[in-house]
Nanobody, 124 residues
Framework: QVQLVESGGGLVQAGGSLRLSCAAS????????MGWFRQGPGKEREFVAA????????YYAHSVKGRFTISGDGAKKLVYLQMNSLNPDDTAVYYC?????????????????WGQGTQVTVSS
């Protein structure tokens, strides 16, 4: 059984920063990529960022590139999302995702496991 648990969400003013964390667990679980998605009020879920552990390559959505940074430790099954220069449009539930398929291109936006999400609210 794979479990992904996000933390670090909260309320922040526009221009501020937050750091999200995600810990994956599961005795036989191995993630080759991990990523973040978000779903804002009244919006569809959208891809935010991904990292591939084999070469530490990363990929970002255009809307967050230059402001958000994905990092982590694949061996420890930890992934982080540092979010800077937040604005109200970043308000959403942020979901951690993991991909147990080897050899997938880092920009692939399908994943095999999902967390429950953590709320991020940016006030103006």
């Amino acid at each position: 059984q794979v479990q992904l648990v996000e933390s670090g969400g909260g309320l922040v003013q526009a221009g501020g920063s937050l750091r999200l964390s995600c810990a994956a667990s599961g005795r036989t679980f191995r993630a080759y990529r991990m990523g973040w998605f978000r779903q804002g009020p009244g919006k569809e879920r959208e891809f935010v960022a991904a990292i591939r552990w084999s070469d530490n390559s990363t990929y970002y959505a255009h809307s967050v590139k230059g402001r958000f940074t994905i990092s982590g430790d694949g061996a420890k099954k930890l992934v982080y999302l540092q979010m800077n220069s937040l604005n109200p449009d970043d308000t959403a539930v942020y979901y951690c995702a993991a991909d147990q398929r080897p050899g997938v291109v880092v920009s692939t936006q399908s994943f095999t496991s999902w967390g429950q999400g953590t709320q991020v609210t940016v006030s103006s």
